[in-house]
């Protein structure tokens, strides 16, 4: 029989977050440990009461962040380390497919918790103004090309100088702005890792990703 979650309050859900992903004896402690934990596929209920707790606790987050359109620097920064901490497990395990999916499922859970989207929902300007905005973008990125399987190592600069710009506008601070939070949380679920590239594209790639991620963990981890 499974237990019943027990995250009712904003201050629960960031200690079950502190504990499972930064704590000693948390899930990701747990698993750096050898502990093997399968993940329940779709939106399938959790096997692990672990993974109950987490997924409750970003719901929880969600709904007390609200409206709120900058965060805690020291919040964002808990929720970033959790992909590095998840794709360094992956370079020395012998099963990598439960990982690859928790990395997925996590991912969007915090995605789902930075979103405003059911806000935008009750406020259709918003929403007209952000269907506006998708359609006002230019179409060709570096995360674009990179889904179609190609490297555009000049679109990657202008992205390292986007976040450059941001690292220093949020140096000091103790907020970040939740969009700017959201995007750069993102980057672990790019197409980083298409079959189709060579292993010489694939280091590349490599270096480019952990480039890329040493200048959001300055972003949002002043320690």
Not at 57 to 72: F, K, R, V, Y
Not at 79 to 85: E, K, Y
Not at 90 to 103: F, K, S, V
Request: charged share 25%.
């Amino acid at each position: 029989m499974q237990e019943i979650t027990e995250v009712s309050s904003f201050e629960d859900a960031w200690k079950v977050l502190r504990k499972h992903f930064t704590e000693q004896g948390g899930l990701l402690d747990q698993m750096e440990h050898g502990r093997k934990v399968l993940v329940s596929l779709g939106d399938q209920p959790e096997e692990y009461q672990e993974l109950r707790d987490i997924k409750a606790a970003l719901e929880i987050i969600h709904q007390s962040w609200g409206t709120t359109d900058t965060l805690p620097k020291w919040q964002v920064c808990l929720l970033w380390r959790v992909a590095p901490r998840l794709e360094n497990m992956l370079r020395y395990t012998a099963e990598p497919l439960p990982i690859h999916i928790l990395h997925s499922k996590i991912l969007k859970w915090i995605d789902n918790a930075l979103s405003m989207y059911d806000q935008m929902i009750r406020n259709p300007e918003s929403l007209i103004a952000h269907d506006v905005a998708m359609h006002m973008m230019a179409l060709k990125s570096f995360t674009t090309e990179l889904r179609f399987g190609r490297i555009d190592s000049p679109a990657f600069e202008e992205l390292i100088q986007a976040v450059e710009v941001l690292q220093h506008f949020w140096r000091g601070r103790l907020t970040v702005p939740r969009l700017g939070a959201r995007l750069l949380l993102f980057a672990p679920l790019e197409s980083w890792d298409l079959k189709i590239y060579t292993d010489e594209q694939k280091a590349r790639l490599q270096g480019m990703k952990q480039r890329l991620y040493a200048l959001i963990e300055a972003c949002f981890c002043e320690d």
